[in-house]
């Protein structure tokens, strides 16, 4: 998976390299850094972490807190989470 090159199901980019991606480890789907970020990001400050799921429409489950800490890179940020 890092070795490969990946498209961010959210934003539509092509060509990210597996390290700029984050695969969910309960469903494996995988999300650019930054989209993933951006949408924990937004669940955290309007205080929905409840629905904090994987983005995929077709996907319940839920985000692990190691890979909102991967998202979200901001350790104030995290501690709200």
């Known amino acids: 998976f890092l070795a490969d090159y990946h498209t961010c199901p959210i934003c539509f980019t092509t060509n990210i390299p597996g390290r700029e991606m984050i695969r969910l480890y309960k469903c494996h789907h ?6 993933l970020s951006d949408y924990a990001r937004l669940h955290i400050n309007t205080g929905s972490v409840e629905w904090l799921l994987c983005p995929d429409t077709q996907c319940s489950l839920g985000l692990l ?3 909102v800490k991967l998202a979200v890179d901001n350790d104030a940020l995290y501690e709200k989470y």
Request: aromatic content about 12%; hydrophobic content about 20%; some cysteine.
């Open 30 to 35: 995988a999300y650019c850094r930054s989209c």
């Open 65 to 67: 807190p190691l890979e």
